[in-house]
């Protein structure tokens, strides 16, 4: 059986960050969507890192691909 994937927007930001180190600490599989890829990762490489560009429709389909819970924050 395939782990979960939960996926969070903005887990670099304050309530994305808690939602992010409490998905963790319960062992879940978690992604994050951000405008911030380039900054530093809070998370020690813990989280995949997609960019989010609501622009391009293809690249957060593909973002979203596999997730089966989204926290939009």
Known sequence: VAEELHVVTGAFG??????????????????????????DDPFDGQVEVHPLDFQNREALVESLRGADVLYNT
């Open 14 to 39: 304050y309530t994305g960050r808690w939602i992010a180190h409490q998905l963790l600490d319960e062992g879940k599989r978690v992604r994050t969507l951000t405008n911030a890829v380039g900054r």
